[in-house]
């Protein structure tokens, strides 16, 4: 089974991107989505004993805690030593079932991939990338950002350009949806060939 890392900086495209590779049957981990259910469940009570501001209604208030985190950015390792092993756990978890039922070829879709060094746990990875003017538009078109905050989160980000030379396929998503899923159909097709899958031979 071949493992696929995907990520891409903030407003690159990667959910739609992580869609196309679902389209072509194949089984997609995305962390931002775990990390939101261990703050619904296991990571509340570890989080809540060191930032127990953050704990509304019985969760993790994400603004909250984001908010305790810029003004403490000191405490940002404490919070990844409480929630990068249970989403390694998950992925563990994501990974064993995956093999159970056979699969071919799994994606983890990662934002940070490339920063905290989980390509090395995987095979190949694919950078979703556009021109840096269309990221910021499709960021600053969101409810809530800001020139300021994009540039908060870009900060914490490796540059497009570094993620793209480390990268073994790269998505363009500045052309439009079909040039963009037609790539993944490619990336798709070559790794499934490379894994000597016999049902592509046959075709």
């Given at each position: 089974m071949i493992r696929l890392g995907l990520t891409g900086s903030i407003g690159m495209g990667?959910?739609?991107?992580?869609?196309?590779?679902?389209?072509?049957?194949?089984?997609?981990?995305?962390?931002?989505a775990a990390v939101h259910e261990l703050y619904r469940h296991e990571a509340v009570e570890p989080i809540g004993a060191v930032?127990?501001?953050?704990?509304?209604?019985?969760?993790?208030?994400?603004?909250?805690?984001?908010?305790?985190?810029?003004?403490?950015?000191?405490?940002?390792?404490?919070?990844?030593a409480i929630v990068?092993?249970?989403?390694?756990?998950?992925?563990?978890?994501?990974?064993?079932?995956?093999?159970?039922?056979?699969?071919?070829?799994?994606?983890?879709?990662?934002?940070?991939?490339?920063?905290t060094g989980g390509q090395k746990q995987l095979d190949k990875v694919v950078v979703v990338s556009c021109d840096a003017e269309t990221?910021?538009?499709?960021?600053?078109?969101?409810?809530?950002?800001?020139?300021?905050?994009?540039?908060?989160?870009?900060?914490?980000?490796?540059?497009?350009e570094e993620k793209r030379a480390r990268a073994d396929f790269v998505v363009e998503t500045g052309f439009g949806l079909e040039i963009a899923q037609a790539q993944v159909k490619d990336i798709v097709q070559a790794l499934r060939l490379e894994a000597d899958v016999p049902w592509l031979e046959d075709e």
């Amino acid at each position: 089974m071949i493992r696929l890392g995907l990520t891409g900086s903030i407003g690159m495209g990667k959910t739609t991107t992580a869609d196309f590779f679902r389209q072509e049957g194949v089984p997609v981990y995305d962390a931002d989505a775990a990390v939101h259910e261990l703050y619904r469940h296991e990571a509340v009570e570890p989080i809540g004993a060191v930032f127990p501001e953050a704990i509304v209604d019985g969760v993790v208030d994400r603004t909250v805690l984001s908010q305790t985190l810029a003004q403490n950015p000191d405490k940002m390792k404490a919070l990844e030593a409480i929630v990068h092993p249970l989403v390694r756990r998950k992925q563990q978890a994501f990974l064993e079932d995956q093999e159970l039922a056979g699969a071919d070829l799994v994606a983890f879709d990662i934002p940070l991939l490339f920063e905290t060094g989980g390509q090395k746990q995987l095979d190949k990875v694919v950078v979703v990338s556009c021109d840096a003017e269309t990221q910021r538009e499709r960021v600053l078109a969101r409810p809530g950002w800001t020139e300021e905050k994009l540039a908060m989160v870009l900060a914490r980000q490796m540059p497009d350009e570094e993620k793209r030379a480390r990268a073994d396929f790269v998505v363009e998503t500045g052309f439009g949806l079909e040039i963009a899923q037609a790539q993944v159909k490619d990336i798709v097709q070559a790794l499934r060939l490379e894994a000597d899958v016999p049902w592509l031979e046959d075709e």
